[in-house]
Structure formats: structure tokens, C-alpha cells
């Protein structure tokens, strides 16, 4: 058995060599890209700008049970003031022991007036909480676009890459309603998980070949399909990807998508917005109605403690002693807590 | 069906008040806001149904944001929507609060949580105009602004405990005496004494052309008394008094005011201070303590010679030359015989300004007269209250000493004034302390003092003094202290509940003021007496 400073030393070996020191030169080899794929970013007025983010929080968990708690929100800026903001309310969902998800069904006919179609499985209790999730964000966006005029940009945290059938035709809704008023739309994501080659990380990748072309932010670069590696349902996948570093203090590039069918001129333009809405000094490079939108929607530990509290008020109405509800939903890792 | 709601972005949580104690109110405003320390708000609790005041102390850049150096490593210089998370968080002291009967109160209780808070308005001092005094010095302040409806009047029945006018060269100290003595003469509560020795107050500034003195007064009442140690010319031009100070109004203690005495030139004193100081005047300057021996001398007081007998003639030279020095220094009013004081102590108490001019005299002349005329007016009255049927306190006098802290410092403060701040009031007699250097003061004598005026002190020491002194606490006004501009004053006394932001009237212009309610009284007096 290795010792610590071993479990230590492979762990390190892994994280490098999934950054060589030659990424950059590896990616522009398999890509084939020059500086002529890079495009830069002019300033532009932002016009109107919404961003759609969602949030869930675990609230219960007995193992056998869990209870989680969501919400989707829209904030709605113009010239980089905030408009509105709208919000759900919110909205539970139960992993049970049972094979598949009964909540979901129903949380998905208050979206949409109609049934999923395709039942969603308990088995992996993350991609529950995340299609949950992206079914809030799916009817705010929808939402949304009702009350947005032509050329505003939506924006949607995550990618227009469902991670369950039933929420295929609901993006395709959203693309056509879109469509149909002249609307922009983009998916913006936080934590972007596209490999290239043997699994090496896109981002850095492509950051290190802007440097060595000497590309000033703001920048952007259309990905193509074939340098990524280790993609999933790929029928469900409905943008292109694109890596754009939004300002010049940015610390990172993000990885944006946009419907398949934008010509360059159009990309052109929703870069610029984002670039323009990306200039707050406290998270340069990252659009600031998205930001906004995800404070406000974020189920933090004190909301997530007053629901749980609410709960138990209920159960004791209802004659449940609180011991008998400790005894289930109590982790003991809060009681080993305060030690 | 699922819904989505429009959340209301009005900004519930500024202008609420969110804590702290019974004193000391905490609450936040726009990061943007304006907002000055010294501004008075009201916090008005509709559930208690009281009106509370407050003082902002001071205003600090705050946020929600997790991380506290958010703001030392921005990347741009735009932030869209900063109002929601980044404001200004507001201190503030309790000033007191007008209970539901339209009393106020002191602050012994706090507002309800999240009770609003506004700026008031002028109706909202009302209650202030029943505890105002009658002696006007300007107008309420807050913050940058003033309520030029709410008139700053200090009461005169607090003025025989003392007053204190604190305040640093060019921070208006002059100006406030000014209005301070002018609006003394309508109110003719107490006689107030005052040596002026540059004749700033008396006909004003003489490098500023636009100044003016009290002098204006003159020919409006006779509520004002002019005593000048000036020229002829002067004293005709201003119809004043010539001002004379007798020998015998001299104490050989005086001698002290311009001297470091010896153990033993101070056992002169003890030893001559039961004659009459004419007399000693008289036997030193006539005397030639060559090869001194008592038992030869041939003068008119052997008495005194007599008691000097055992001290050396160098001694005695010493003390010859210092009386000899103080009569020719002061010939201009220093007289044998003639004496203004019991006309002096008369117009005070007919509760007249006096004001002696002493234009071109030295500093040593002014504390000579200074003491003289307060040793003078403190055993008149210590005599009357001594006297039978007499009652303390029927006349009331203040004597204002400027540059205090020469006279009342700890350790070596003049015998008379101490006396006078230590027991003055029992006597009917007070001090309007001036000095720019209160930490110079005798804590003692400043722990004497009721009524604090304090205008611009710029050093720590000063201020602290000042703040723990007070009979008020000051101390949360320290920043506002700090801060505060040319004509400015925070006056702390004990009638008015709480300590008022003053921005004192400007003379030159309210001088005006004053002439037409002399006007108005003389024209009331007419009617009267027909």
C-alpha cells in the first residue's frame, strides 16, 4: 500500500498531465487553428439583456429519502441597469427509493401544460436535481422571451445540452420562440467540463493558444464538433460551442453556446453584447445579469434552515414527535459537528 | 400552472433602523446617499407612537459581500447595480425623543425595529423653542445645512455656573462674543465684563475694513458701557468712558500676575498685604534702600518700614523696582487716585456689557485690569451677600477672561479667577472662559462650567478634555468637533436637553437685528411711560 506523500505524488502526476506545458501547441496541431480563428471583440451598446439562473438546495436527506428545494430567476437589465427581476417559487422534489422520480411529472405539466413523455430515473440523484433544475430555467426563459423585444439577448446558465429527452422539444420551443421575435439567445456556463484529445481541458488550452497568438481580450473562437472528446447523447445537444474571454481581467475564458444555425455576423453581434455586459469590476469576463440573476436565486443556508424549520412546525401540527423526525432525517454528522 | 413573480425591487431595507442600544442607533442608506455627520434625523416609531432623535457620528463604506476586501481588488471601474449589496452604514447618538404628550425625553428606550428614519423638518423642533434660552447666538445646524427657523439661544439663569468658549485661532470665536454680548443688551439679565485689548470688539477688526464692533450699539441703548484706556481722540469718537484704576484698588498680590516671586519676595507680600496698597506704592516709591536700615528711615510709613526690617536690601531693590515697573507700565490708567471701578460695577449691575478698550496696551496691562475689576466686583458681592437683608445672587455678573488658560492653568492659576470659578456662583458672579488651549485649563475649574461652546479644536488633547468635561457627553461628537467650519459651534448646556450644532449668526449682519429689536423695546418702553 503507498503512503500519503505517494497518494500524494499521483495525484499531481494525473492533474499535470491533464495540463502539459505544451498544451497550447498540442491543440493548435490537432485543431489546425491560427490567429485568423480568433476573433476580436469591438465595443458595443448592450440594448436589453435578461439571465436565467437556477439553484437547488438539499433540504432532507435519509439516505432512503431526500428532499431538495429549487428555483429559477430572470433578471432583466438594460445599459446595465436592472429592469425587473422575476422569480419562481419554490419547488420540491423527493428522491425516493422507488425506481423512478414522482415529481417530476408534475413539476414538469405546471411548466408546460403537457406531460414529459419520458419518465426520469431516481438512479442518479444529481442529474435529478440538474434536470429539475433546468426544468425551472426552460420555463422562466420561455417566460421571458414573451416579454422581450427584438434583438435582446437571453441569456441561460448551462448549455443547450439536455441531459433528458423530455426537455429536447422544450428547447426546441425555446429556439423557435426566440426565433420567431428576433431574439439572441445564449447558454453561458460556470464550470465548462469540454475535453479535447485524451481529456485535456478546453479552456486552458485554448486561453494558452489566444497568448501565443497574442490575442487582446476581448476575443472569441468557435469550436469545432471534432477536437472535442468523450461526448455524451450527442441528439440532445443543440449549440455550438464557443470559448470567449470577455475582458481583459478576466481570470478565466468561458465557455458559451449558441444555437447551430447563427451566422458569423449574428455571433458577432452577441459577443459584442456579452463583452458589454461583462465589465462589472468585481467579476470581469463574466455577464453581469447572469451574476445577478444567480444571487439572486440562490437557496442559501439560511433559507434552506427555514424551510427545514417549517417543516418540522408542519409535522409537529400534525402530531409527528420531533423525536421520531430526528430519527430519520437527523444526520449524525450534525451532532458530530459540534465536537 | 407554475408562475413566475415580478419581486418588487423597491429597497425596503436603507433609511431602517436595525440597531444598536439605548445609545448608539445604527442604520444604512445608499452607498450613493448624502449624508453629513452632525445631521439630525428623526426616527419616527409609529408602533410606539414616539418621535426619537438622533445625530449621525459618523458614516462607513459597508457591504453584504462575504469576502471584506471585495473592494481592494476591483478589475474596472464599472459596477452595474452596486446599491443592492454595498451602502453606507450610518452611527448615530440618541439625542431624545418627543413622547406622545409632545414631551421630550431623554433617550432611555429604544426605537422598534426597522422604525423609519427621516430627515425632519423645521415643525419637528418645535419642542426645542420651549427649552431655548433667551440669549440668541444663531441658528440650529445639521450637517452642512441649517434650520434658519430654529434660533440657538443659550438660557441666562445657567450663565453664573460658568461658561467655556473653546476654540482655535480663526474659528470664529471673536464673532461669536460678538453676537453673544449684542444679544445680551436687549435681554439685560446680568451685567457681563469684558477686556478688550486689540479693540476687535469694541469697533471691530482693524485689519478688516468690513468688521464692526459693539461700538455700532452705542447709540441704541444704554444697555452697553464703553471704558477706554485710549486716547482722547478715541474716547470722543466713541463717547467712552476714560478708564482709571487706583492705587488703592491695587492689591500687592497683583504683583504675582507679572511675576515669578521668590519664597521670599512672596513673604514681602504676605507680610505688606494687611497695609493699604496706596501706602506701599507710596513707601516704594520713596524709599532708597541703599545700606537699608530700618531704625533710620525718615518717611511717612514707618509701619512698613518697620515690618521690612528684617529683609535684605537686594530683596527689597528687587521688590522697589517691580512696583515701580507695574505703575509706569500701566500710568495710562494706574492712578493715585482716581477710579473707574465703582462706576464699572455699577453699569454691571444695571446689567450692562462693559467693555474696557485697551487699544495699544500690553498683555500684562490687560490681566492687571482684568484682576483688579474681578478682585473688585467678587468682594462687592461677597460683602453684599454678607450684608444684612441681602440675598445671593441679586446681582449677577460675568466676567470674561480671554486666553483663560494664562490665568486658570492647573498649578498656577491666578488666585482671583480661581476663586471666582470655584465659589463665584454662590456669590453671583461667573466666568466666560475663552481659550484655544482647554487641555491648559484646571480640570477643577472646567468641571465648574455648565455651558460649553465649543467651535473648531484641532488637537486630540484639546477635544478629549473638552468632550469629558462637558456636562453633556460630547465624546460621540468628536468627528463633528473635527469637522467643524469657521463659525461653527456645538453648544453644550443644561437647560437645553441636548447638545445643539450652532451655526452662529454672522455679526456684521445680525448686528441689524439686534439695533431694530433695541428699536422696537425703546418704542415699547415710550408707549409704557405715556
Known amino acids: 500500500m503507498s503512503g500519503y506523500k505517494e497518494e500524494i505524488n499521483t495525484v499531481v502526476k494525473f492533474l499535470g498531465d491533464r495540463i502539459p506545458s505544451n498544451i497550447e501547441e498540442m491543440f493548435i496541431r490537432l485543431s489546425g487553428i491560427s490567429k485568423k480563428d480568433f476573433f476580436i471583440v469591438e465595443a458595443h451598446e448592450t440594448g436589453t439583456v435578461a439571465g436565467v439562473d437556477g439553484s437547488n438546495a438539499n433540504i432532507l436527506d435519509a439516505g432512503f429519502l431526500a428532499l431538495s428545494a429549487f428555483r429559477a430567476v430572470v433578471s432583466l437589465f438594460n445599459e446595465n441597469q436592472r429592469i425587473k427581476r422575476g422569480m419562481t417559487p419554490i419547488k420540491f422534489n423527493f428522491i425516493g427509493s422507488g425506481e423512478y422520480n414522482d415529481d417530476f411529472p408534475k413539476l414538469f405539466n405546471e411548466c408546460f401544460g403537457k406531460d414529459p413523455g419520458t419518465r426520469l430515473s431516481n438512479a442518479d440523484p444529481y442529474k435529478v436535481n440538474s434536470v429539475v433544475r433546468d426544468t425551472l430555467e426552460y420555463f422562466v426563459s420561455l417566460e421571458t422571451l414573451k416579454t422581450l423585444e427584438k434583438e435582446a439577448l437571453l441569456l441561460i446558465d448551462g448549455a443547450f445540452h439536455v441531459e433528458h429527452k423530455s426537455l429536447d422539444p422544450i428547447i426546441e420551443e425555446l429556439f423557435f420562440r426566440a426565433e420567431e421575435k428576433e431574439i439572441n439567445i445564449c447558454a453561458v456556463t460556470k464550470r465548462c467540463e469540454v475535453t479535447w484529445g485524451d481529456g485535456y481541458p478546453l479552456i486552458p488550452a485554448v486561453m494558452r493558444a489566444a497568448e501565443k497568438f497574442n490575442m487582446k481580450a476581448p476575443w472569441w473562437i468557435k469550436i469545432d464538433d471534432d477536437w472535442i472528446s468523450g461526448r455524451r447523447t450527442p441528439e440532445w445537444k443543440k449549440g455550438s460551442i464557443f470559448i470567449t474571454l470577455l475582458h481583459s481581467c478576466a481570470k478565466s ?5 449558441l444555437p447551430r444555425y447563427y451566422g458569423n455576423e449574428r455571433i458577432c453581434k452577441v459577443m459584442q453584447k456579452l463583452a458589454a455586459v461583462s465589465c462589472d469590476g468585481r467579476i470581469p469576463g463574466y455577464p453581469f445579469p447572469l451574476f445577478d440573476a444567480h444571487r439572486a436565486c440562490a437557496i442559501k443556508r439560511e433559507v434552506a434552515s427555514d424551510i427545514r424549520n417549517r417543516i418540522i412546525e408542519g409535522m409537529t401540527k400534525r402530531g409527528i414527535q420531533h423525536r421520531d423526525f430526528k430519527a430519520v432525517w437527523e444526520d449524525i454528522h450534525d451532532e458530530f459537528n459540534h465536537y | ?19 444598536k442600544s439605548v445609545l448608539t442607533y445604527r442604520f444604512i442608506i445608499p452607498h450613493d446617499a448624502t449624508l453629513f455627520v452632525g445631521d439630525i434625523l428623526k426616527i419616527v416609531d409609529s408602533k410606539k407612537g414616539y418621535t426619537f432623535y438622533a445625530k449621525v457620528t459618523d458614516l462607513l463604506h459597508e457591504s453584504n459581500f462575504n469576502d471584506p476586501n471585495w473592494d481592494t481588488r476591483v478589475y474596472s471601474e464599472n459596477f452595474f447595480e452596486l446599491g443592492d449589496d454595498v451602502f453606507l452604514g450610518v452611527e448615530a447618538v440618541p439625542l431624545g425623543f418627543v413622547d406622545e404628550t409632545g414631551e421630550f425625553r431623554k433617550p432611555g428606550t429604544v426605537p422598534t425595529k426597522f422604525s423609519r428614519v427621516e430627515r425632519p423638518v423645521k415643525e419637528d423642533f418645535f419642542f426645542l423653542s420651549r427649552v431655548m434660552g433667551d440669549i440668541e ?8 445645512g441649517t434650520y434658519t427657523d430654529v434660533k440657538v439661544a443659550i438660557p441666562s439663569e445657567v450663565l453664573s455656573s460658568h461658561m467655556g468658549i473653546f476654540a482655535t485661532t480663526g474659528s470664529g470665536k471673536s464673532n461669536f462674543m460678538k453676537v453673544f454680548l449684542s444679544s445680551c443688551i436687549p435681554v439685560r439679565k446680568f451685567g457681563i465684563l469684558l477686556v478688550d485689548p486689540h479693540g476687535d470688539y469694541v469697533t471691530g477688526n482693524p485689519k478688516d475694513a468690513g468688521s464692526k464692533g459693539l461700538v455700532q450699539l452705542r447709540s441704541n441703548t444704554e444697555g452697553i458701557a464703553f ?9 470722543k469718537r466713541y463717547s467712552m468712558q476714560r478708564l482709571y484704576i487706583s492705587y488703592e484698588d491695587f492689591s500687592i498680590y497683583d504683583l504675582t500676575l507679572h511675576y515669578e516671586l521668590s519664597s521670599t519676595q512672596f513673604d514681602i507680600i504676605e507680610t505688606l498685604s494687611e497695609f493699604h496698597p496706596t501706602d506701599v506704592i507710596k513707601f516704594f516709591q520713596n524709599t532708597s534702600f541703599k545700606g537699608w536700615k530700618p531704625e533710620s528711615y525718615e518717611g511717612g510709613y514707618t509701619q512698613i518700614a518697620d515690618r521690612l526690617r528684617n529683609y535684605q536690601e537686594s530683596t527689597l531693590n528687587v521688590m522697589q523696582r517691580r512696583i515701580q515697573t507695574i505703575v509706569s507700565s500701566q500710568k495710562g490708567f494706574f492712578d493715585e487716585t482716581r477710579s473707574s471701578v465703582k462706576e464699572i460695577i455699577e453699569a454691571l449691575h444695571e446689567n450692562k456689557v462693559v467693555l474696557i478698550d485697551m487699544p495699544f496696551m500690553s498683555e500684562k496691562s490687560e490681566l492687571f485690569a482684568l484682576s483688579i475689576l474681578s478682585r473688585k466686583i467678587l468682594r462687592d458681592h461677597q460683602e453684599r451677600v454678607s450684608g444684612k437683608g441681602r440675598k445671593a445672587g441679586e446681582y449677577q455678573v460675568m466676567i470674561a477672561i480671554e486666553e483663560a488658560q494664562r490665568v486658570l492653568s492647573p498649578g498656577s492659576s491666578t488666585k482671583i479667577f480661581r476663586e471666582c470659578a470655584m ?21 477643577k475649574i472646567l468641571a465648574q462650567i455648565n455651558t460649553y461652546v465649543v467651535m473648531g479644536l484641532s488637537d486630540k488633547a484639546d477635544r478629549d478634555i473638552v468632550e469629558t468635561s462637558a456636562k453633556q457627553d460630547l465624546s460621540k461628537m468628536d468627528v463633528e468637533i473635527q469637522t467643524l467650519e469657521r463659525g461653527d459651534a456645538i453648544i453644550s448646556t443644561l437647560q437645553i436637553p441636548f447638545p445643539i450644532s450652532t451655526r452662529v449668526h454672522y455679526f456684521e449682519d445680525y448686528i441689524d437685528h439686534v439695533k431694530e429689536t433695541l428699536k422696537s423695546e425703546k418704542n415699547e418702553e415710550r408707549i409704557e411711560t405715556f
Not at chain 2, 447666538?137 to 452642512?144: D, E, I, N, W
Not at chain 2, 471704558?227 to 474716547?235: C, L, P
Request: aromatic residues 4%; positive net charge.
Open chain 1, 253 to 257: 475564458a468561458l465557455k458559451v453556446e
Open chain 2, 1 to 19: 400552472m407554475m408562475n413566475l413573480t415580478i419581486t418588487e425591487t423597491i429597497d425596503t431595507a436603507k433609511f431602517r433602523l436595525i440597531g
Open chain 2, 137 to 144: 447666538v444663531g441658528t440650529m445646524k445639521t450637517g452642512q
Open chain 2, 227 to 235: 471704558f477706554t484706556t485710549g486716547d482722547e481722540e478715541r474716547r
Open chain 2, 423 to 443: 465659589e463665584g456662583r454662590k456669590f453671583g458672579v461667573g466666568l466666560c472662559v475663552i481659550t484655544q488651549q482647554p487641555k491648559n485649563i484646571d480640570p
